[in-house]
């Protein structure tokens, strides 16, 4: 059963700090995925990831960046954390074999912005 | 851009009744449309899905089916029961990643 395990359900911070929110999974997936989660406005993607070293923007990338390091992690960044930040981040991951595969989802974390 | 557009928002039936749930997508390229289901405080999970070759797939009481033609694809659940509540999502593939719906609230009255 693939595991897709990020690192804090809940984190608060406060306005200005540099948030590192971190996802492994265990499956060897190549693909990973960052979205943010708002009540109304459904799963939103902020950046994705199909390899090592790769990284790709989503629809919303604007105060976020990523790293992925290693095949198995997948960092989303928030450089400066400001309070419309304050949502629902789910990681996922996917198989890639030429063709387009569901999603694997983390518990997600909550994160608010004081 | 890319957009997945999925409705109802919220949906109420009583139990043993059908409920139907309807996403339309915009790349003609898409070719796989997966739904997931959200209970509440938990992740996503996927329930079911659907390539572009295929036009119809069931999985006991869960069934989607897909119209290439007109871009649509719908969730169908019958025999509903008050575990079958949640917020489901349909998505379309976009490009190696999934483009979602708004989300759909199913609340199963007994």
């Known amino acids: 059963d693939v595991k897709v395990t990020q690192s804090s359900r809940y984190l608060v911070k406060r306005t200005g700090e540099k948030v590192f929110l971190e996802c492994v999974q265990d499956m060897d997936h190549e693909n990973m995925f960052w979205y943010r989660q708002d009540p109304g406005l459904g799963l939103r993607l902020i950046y994705f990831s199909y390899d090592v070293k790769m990284k790709e923007k989503g629809d919303i990338p604007e105060g976020y960046s990523v790293s992925r390091e290693k095949k198995e992690r997948f960092s989303l960044i928030l450089e400066s954390a400001s309070t419309n930040q304050t949502s629902m981040y789910l990681c996922?991951?996917?198989?890639?074999?030429?063709?387009?595969?569901?999603?694997?989802f983390g518990s997600g974390t909550r994160l608010t912005v004081v | 851009g890319e957009n997945v557009e999925q409705h109802p928002s919220t949906l109420s039936v009583q139990e043993g009744d059908s409920a139907v749930i309807k996403c339309t997508y915009s790349?003609?390229?898409?070719?796989?449309f997966p739904w997931y289901k959200q209970e509440l405080g938990k992740r996503p999970q996927l329930i079911i899905d659907?390539?572009?070759?295929?036009g119809e797939k069931k999985d006991q009481r869960i069934a989607v089916t897909l119209n290439k033609t007109a871009k649509h694809f719908s969730l169908h659940i019958t025999e509903t029961q008050p575990e079958d509540s949640a917020v489901y999502f349909c998505?379309?593939?976009?490009?190696?990643?999934?483009?979602f719906g708004q989300g759909t609230e199913l609340s199963v009255k007994p």
């Open positions: 996922a991951s996917s198989l890639w074999s030429g063709m387009d595969y569901g999603y694997t």
């Open positions: 659907i390539r572009s070759n295929v």
């Open positions: 790349d003609s390229a898409s070719n796989y």
């Open positions: 998505a379309a593939s976009g490009r190696g990643k999934l483009i």
